[in-house]
């Protein structure tokens, strides 16, 4: 009944396996091995479009480094106020574009529409040197909310962005659980629909440490290792990281994954509703977001179930995140469901109410 | 025979090992984790004292970290002038620091003498606001000549870089190497030599990416996780971060694999000056640098060896550096050896004089 | 009949002589003259308490180097959404802090209300390392909008932030306007109020270029001093900032300036409302902000006029901003509202009405 | 007899007197006044090419920002090891560019020589990920050492640094000095010899506060207000830096200035090459550097003469710097050259041989 996030749970095992197999024998370091040569080749082939992948380790390098990449030290990236890079990063795109500044724009259930866009858009000077200038559009795919954007919404935003001149950034830590949910290719969702780079994340969806920045435009990525080492984000033997992201995406695995992980919040949020708790925004991926009243919370977590307090979409508090994985089995969400109905009948309006 | 580098191996099975068990289940994230609190205790006995451990991924992030964190803004870092984090690093400890400067001091065979750092520190005028203000020593140890601080060196250039104010900093990507060498307890090359930091390397000796930050004085680690988190070297699923580092250390095993290494090195150096091959530095770790006739370069090249060439002690070309690792074994050492023998008869004067 | 700023006015001619009377012979530089050496019992006694005052040359110099010195570089600056640290200095704050945020807050008139803050505090996590923390509060005075912040209001909010461990900062560019107009001893409005330490503006109301940073506590102020130099903010001739400085405070000199300015903008104020037109925000300082027709807008920039589109409170277009300044004469200021009335005159519906 | 520096000289008579003449009326702020406007053709005459002309207020930040405009985020700015930007700017360059790093080259008496420069350069792996980058070089004109560098010089380090795709920077805080000394036109030692951005002084030849960055190439001033301004560098009342800058140049101003500087230190270095003191760096422009032993310092000190003590060559003790400004007149060279005799007189042997 581990709910707090995708990224408690552990490795998964072709993964694993592949790490294994990858330690044979000696291989030039820093990314002149093979297994990281097939990279290019794998995800161009994967995304319909020559691509240059670039893997690190955390998704917060990912972000950070790829907003560095596109945008001049004078430069704003607009994004989701509740956005990882501007909420759950602690100024690292600051950090590496020193004098930077995200925007946080809001938009429900954590999507950014495109009159707010616009209208942000419009408030800057272009030119006026007191400002700093609008340079990228960074969007979460899923979202925080754990929405999703539609190809057409994409599209759209992007449009607007490239129209003023600004590159489109995804933020893609769960960029598996949306190409799941959507059931389109990958290509739809990113360069069809106007994005210039990817947050490309695997971790949260079952490899151990890896990550990847996809440029769509090879143009883009001139010099982006020199960014990357400065970083301290180039990893010695580059090999392991290859390794993991190769086996992600072979054989789908990648889609598998992050389709148990949808599949068991679907499930979740079906049990929920069921049993009258409010959503308090719609379930599309691997993210269950829910009123919940605070003596339920405790009961549940006196069960031993964890999930994180989460604030109600005015701000305020009573709700709470639940994350379901690739390693979510249906029995861990059953369980939790039964532990939701024994709280509820053990003091059900006192549970429901939150009084 | 692969010489280039020992970052060219792959990893320890006991480390692989350690990250299959560490699979088991859902673990909290970011440090959370059961292992990851064992890393405090583990390594404060290792160390004979309190320690505060901080894991990352790579050896540059751990330098510049732990360098950003005991060196203010205006700060200078003295070190050897072809320290890792003067010359390698592509700026990473000023990217974490920005307008922190590093100071090379020269030094035969990759070491900083007390001379040298008395007079590098007379130069500076305390608290003249002009200048950068000398904040922190930082150590090679191993050098980049592959050769060894005694304890005692240590321990008079700490006692002068302390007397003025610094704080001592030790990269130790190759510190087991030198602790095996050694052969005295890792308190005697650091705390108790008045080291403050140390960049605790696993990589190069049998880990896949697991370094470590430990800071001797816990109250100079505050807040050092924020430093960690905004440069994207918080691993969220730290757990496979901790189970490397502790797979290291126990049993001995980091320093068993680290004695392979330099006897291989150090089997590799009798080779070479039985065949009339110079050392251009002593060989007293896992490094072996050579003078090397171009013509033997490209004959053992040609051969299938990998070695990086190297410039000589002034500057000119003409060396090479050979590593040996935790992987290397006699065999490789003796056939890598027959190749010498077999270059220097087919051409012995073009050989061996480099004509 | 220019109003496009305090700053396109030129120097109070007192100023002008102090610095030719500056001018004799030799005297040391970078801060070690007789002149400089006044400026700290000058303040202290102008502010009935010990300061540090350390003179710059632009405003954004100022408050980006104290935002800087009271903040971590994983900090977070609060401030009104619109303040010039957030919205008018292209990123300086975040130039000399490198990871550090600023946080913008709504409010109406420009000011920050207590309410916002303490729910703006209580959104963050403390200790939390994937968001910056909480460091100092920034305040304008007077506000971006012309307003004003009273002692309580100040001291409120003060003791909102000292109960969190941030400081206070003031961005004074218009301070004198504030003193003059509240009829308060500069400390009601700084130390005594709480404020840790005041961007002191001298620019925009009679000095050449020069602003002071004044620290309240001057153990605040330690090694201030190389944030400066490293900034390139260290002026060599500084007898020629001190020198503004202390002509600007001696005899009353800044309060008369200010006095005029708010005085012509009162006038301005009141001549327009009896001309019909609605003032979007209160006129308390040297600023009015008024709802303007596009055509009446237009026949005033027919006449020469000068001064700056504003955005209605709603973020719409249709206002425009007028500031006074110590040189504005009510000749100006009756010309101005002149061509107002003559405006309106020949096409009142238009004019009036914005069609 | 004050010969610390030239910036503790005050302000020539025309500049103060410009200052006046640009107090009328009022004027846009920011740069867009009829004097600024001036700059770039009155500028563009002087150079004989077209130039961009960006005023600053201190030779650091015309320094810092026009080698962070040249110069990518992973490069590295070559310069002499005692340059201004590389020893007396406390990291400004860093800090405006982070992660960027300034190579400190040796050199006889101030200057870099081309093998010198070649032979660094060939230190470089170009494209090698793990080193930064050359990128710029830095001249000092005059030099450190008070010395120049000859038009074929300048052409010859141009020549290697651009063959590599570096820029050239000169950093002509005493531009003046070394133009009147060499007697060519300016053009001559800066785009003709290949320099591409020059930091142009003021101060220390006679104005109050007023640089230059010039441009030789307007392409390369892309963009660079945007840099000026989140330095906080943008000066407001702007018509103040440009009224300086103007009647710098006027009329040849400028060269008068430093022409009697010159002529000053000329005469000082006869005078003390007369008494037996040795001169350890050729006076070539306003700065006299001589070997003086502390007894005489001693007494020169007690007749209230102002210099700086200075290393030797070597690193040692026992020289002293003295500058010479626009405001040196012959009798103040002539009263301290007759404390020099008196000094030496009294204790002959002592004050010669520093015993």
């Known amino acids: ?147 999703l954007y539609a190809p057409d919404a994409i599209a759209a935003l992007s449009a607007i962005a490239h129209a003023r001149g600004l590159k489109v950034h995804m933020d893609g830590a769960r960029f598996a659980n949306a190409v799941a949910a959507l059931g389109v290719p990958p290509a739809d969702v990113t360069w069809r629909a106007g994005v210039d780079v990817l947050s490309f994340g695997a971790t949260k969806n079952g490899a151990m440490m890896a990550e990847a920045v996809i440029f769509f435009d090879p143009a883009l990525a001139a010099r982006f290792d020199f960014r990357r080492k400065r970083a301290g984000h180039v990893i010695s033997k580059a090999r392991f990281l290859a390794a993991q992201l190769l086996a992600y995406v072979e054989d789908g695995l990648w889609l598998r994954l992050a389709g148990n992980a949808n599949a068991m919040a679907a499930r979740l949020a079906a049990g929920l509703t069921l049993e009258g708790i409010t959503l308090i925004h719609p379930v599309e991926a691997n993210e269950v977001f829910a009123a919940l009243p605070a003596p339920l919370a405790a009961h549940l977590r006196g069960t031993g179930a964890t999930f994180y307090d989460w604030p109600m979409p005015d701000g305020g508090a009573g709700a709470a995140r639940f994350v379901t994985s690739f390693a979510t089995a249906a029995e861990d969400v059953d369980a939790f469901l039964a532990a939701v109905k024994a709280g509820l009948a053990a003091a059900p309006e006192d549970a429901a109410h939150g009084r």
């Open 1 to 147: 009944m581990h709910f707090a996030s995708d990224n408690t749970s552990g490795v998964a095992v072709e993964i694993l396996d592949a790490l294994a197999r990858a330690n044979g024998g000696s291989m030039p370091s820093y990314g002149a091995d093979p297994l990281t040569a097939r990279l290019n080749p794998v995800f161009s082939e994967l995304f319909e479009h020559a691509v240059e992948v670039v893997p690190v380790a955390t998704g917060t390098a990912a972000n950070a480094l790829a907003l560095a990449q596109v945008t001049p030290p004078w430069g704003a990236v607009l994004c989701h106020e509740d956005a990882h890079v501007n909420a759950d990063e602690c100024g690292a795109p600051e950090v590496f574009n020193p004098g930077s500044k995200l925007i946080g724009l809001p938009g429900a259930d954590g999507r950014v529409g495109a009159a707010t866009l616009e209208a942000a858009l419009g408030r800057f000077h272009p030119g006026a040197v007191h400002e700093v200038q609008p340079a990228a559009l960074s969007l979460s795919q899923t979202t925080e909310a754990g929405t």
